[in-house]
C-alpha cells in the first residue's frame, strides 16, 4: 500500500472534541526523540506532515490526518518526559489514556521504541498498562539503521527477554528506519490488513 493523500484534520487536547469516529484509526506514540514525526513522515511521504522537534515535548496535542479518505492516522504526544513540570505531566498523561480508552474506532496503537536502547520501564509499565486495557497495539522498533544487523538482533532478542517478564507471548513488532525506509511496506501492509479485517 502507498498512502497517496495525507490531511491535516484537527488538533485538541480533548478525546470529544476528535472527528467522529467513523473511520478506522492508528496512532502513534512514544517517548520524545523515538523519531516518531519522521516516521509519520516517511509512511505519508511528506517531508513535514509531523513536525521533527529538536527540542523534546513539543508536541502535545492530539493530531488528526485524514489517510486517502479513508483512515485516520494520529499523531499523539510522547510521554516520559523527565523536565517537565509533574502537574503538566499528569493532565497530559489523563488526556493519553482517555484518548486510548475511549476512541473506539482505534484499531491499532503503534508504540514506538529505539532499537539502540534497552528497554525502560516507562515504555514497558505503559505496554503492560495497555495490555490490562485491552488495548490493541504493535511495536515499531525505529532507528535500526543506526545498528549493525548483529546489534540491532541482539537487541531485539534482549528486548523479547524482557518482555516475556510479564507478557506470555511477545505482542507483535516491526522494525523500522526512517532513514532507508525499512518497515514502510510492512506497516503499510500491517495497517491495511488491519482494516480489511
Ligand atoms: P520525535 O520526537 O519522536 O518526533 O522524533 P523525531 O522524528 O523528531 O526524530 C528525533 C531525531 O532522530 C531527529 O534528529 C531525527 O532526524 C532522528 N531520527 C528519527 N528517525 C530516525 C531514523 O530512522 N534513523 C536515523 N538515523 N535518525 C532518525
Redesign the pocket.
Known amino acids: 500500500m502507498e498512502i497517496k493523500e495525507a490531511q491535516f484534520v484537527v488538533s485538541n487536547t480533548d478525546v470529544e472534541k476528535c472527528p467522529a469516529g467513523n473511520r478506522p484509526e492508528y496512532a502513534f506514540i ?1 517517548r ?8 509519520i513522515n516517511m509512511l505519508t511521504n511528506k517531508k513535514t506532515l ?1 513536525k ?2 529538536g527540542k ?1 515535548g513539543k ?1 502535545r496535542l492530539i493530531n488528526h490526518f485524514l489517510i486517502d479518505q479513508n483512515w485516520y492516522l494520529v499523531d499523539l504526544p ?1 510521554y516520559g518526559y523527565a523536565q517537565v513540570p509533574k502537574a503538566e505531566r499528569l493532565k497530559w498523561e489523563k488526556m493519553l489514556r482517555n484518548y486510548i480508552l475511549k476512541r473506539e474506532n482505534l484499531y491499532c496503537l503503534f508504540v ?1 521504541i529505539d532499537s539502540r536502547h534497552p528497554a525502560q520501564k516507562v515504555d514497558l509499565d505503559f505496554m503492560e498498562w495497555l495490555g490490562l486495557s485491552q488495548i490493541p497495539f504493535s511495536i515499531i522498533f ?5 545498528l549493525r544487523p548483529v546489534e540491532l538482533e541482539a537487541n531485539l532478542k534482549a528486548y523479547e527477554e524482557k518482555m516475556f517478564e510479564t507478557w506470555e507471548v511477545m505482542p507483535h513488532y516491526l522494525v ?4 532507508t525506509g525499512l518497515g514502510k511496506e510492512e506497516i503499510l501492509s500491517y495497517i491495511d490488513s488491519v482494516n480489511k479485517n
Do not use: C, R, Y
Not at 525505529?142 to 543506526?146: A, E, L, R, V
Not at 523500522?176 to 532513514?179: I, P
Open positions: 512514544g520524545s526523540n523515538v523519531g516518531k514525526s519522521s516516521l509531523a521533527i522537534s523534546p508536541t510522547g514506538l525505529t532507528k535500526s539503521d543506526k523500522s528506519s526512517s532513514e
